[in-house]
């Protein structure tokens, strides 16, 4: 789970959720390396040092102290932070990650957007404390998490929870801002999530090592999916395999079960 920004061309004629849920065509249009150079030195004077990195046309870039990164490519971009913090330090980092989306618009010519308070990023500056709410809920929210029955699927990629929504769209789902709940039929309910903070990336080279999984140790996010009661999941069974199937078909991605440590790789291969 993460607090997002995400830069995109000015909506013209439609709402910010209708260009979010608009599928993107991939392109192989470079990156401007002038822009990306800006884009480095503001958020260094922001932040800091940080950790920069190449994959293909996208351009990322990490504060590893507070979890904050940057993903640019050409026509989008996105500003992400783990939900670490509460209180002051939740609106310290609030305030840098507001900062970080200005210097990442100015440089790109993109329009920021804060979907967890639904307004565009101009609009958000002012509302430094609606965001730290939203951060102190999703410890809260993490924290009855951690205490629940969960399994992750790790993977490399720009799958979304957009795109997770569609692929799950035969079962039953309903969308709450960064997250959504599915079930089959009239089964278990269970949370969907996601998270490409840099503690991903680190947790997933844990299990590649554990685990004789090379492969793992290039995943970098995750879809979290928990649920109340394991003895009725597994009673019920169709909404676990269908979740689990569906997610690993989108992703390609592993499946990490907390209830028994299994590490499952996608249908056809290991």
Same mark, same amino acid.
């Given at each position: ?7 995109? *061309? ?33 958020? =260094? ?15 990322? +870039?990490? %504060? ?50 804060? *979907?967890?308070?639904? +307004? ?21 929210? +993490? ?6 029955? %969960?399994? %992750? ?12 929504? =569609? ?26 999530t996601f998270d490409a903070g840099p503690q991903v990336a680190a947790e997933a080279a844990e299990v ?5 999984? *090379? ?24 909404t676990l395999i269908e979740v689990q199937g569906h997610l690993q078909d989108l992703t390609g991605g592993y499946v990490v079960r907390s209830w028994n440590g299994e590490v499952s790789p996608p249908e056809g291969?290991?």
């Amino acid at each position: 789970m993460s607090f997002d920004l995400v830069l995109l *061309p000015e909506p013209v004629g439609k709402t910010w959720k209708e260009a979010l849920d608009s599928e993107r065509k991939a392109t192989d249009e470079p990156l401007d390396s002038q822009a990306w150079d800006r884009i480095v030195a503001g958020v =260094r004077d922001v932040v800091g040092e940080v950790v920069v990195l190449t994959d293909g046309n996208a351009r990322t +870039l990490t %504060h590893e102290a507070s979890g904050i990164t940057v993903r640019v490519e050409p026509g989008e971009a996105a500003v992400n932070v783990p939900y670490w913090y509460t209180g002051a330090q939740a609106e310290s980092v609030v305030r840098s990650v507001y900062r970080i989306g200005g210097v990442v618009a100015e440089a790109t010519g993109l329009a920021g957007y804060d *979907p967890q308070l639904g +307004l565009p990023l101009v609009d958000a500056e002012s509302r430094v404390e609606a965001a730290v709410a939203v951060f102190d809920g999703a410890r809260l929210t +993490l924290s009855q998490f951690l205490d629940a029955e %969960h399994f %992750h699927v790790y993977f490399a990629g720009q799958a979304t929870l957009v795109d997770a929504v =569609r692929k799950l769209s035969s079962m039953v789902v309903a969308e709450e801002d960064d997250r959504f709940t599915v079930r089959w039929s009239d089964g278990p309910e269970m949370l969907v999530t996601f998270d490409a903070g840099p503690q991903v990336a680190a947790e997933a080279a844990e299990v590649a090592d554990a685990y004789d999984l *090379p492969e793992m140790a290039a995943f970098d996010r995750r879809f979290e999916v928990s649920f109340d009661d394991l003895d009725e999941v597994l009673d019920e069974i169709n909404t676990l395999i269908e979740v689990q199937g569906h997610l690993q078909d989108l992703t390609g991605g592993y499946v990490v079960r907390s209830w028994n440590g299994e590490v499952s790789p996608p249908e056809g291969t290991g």
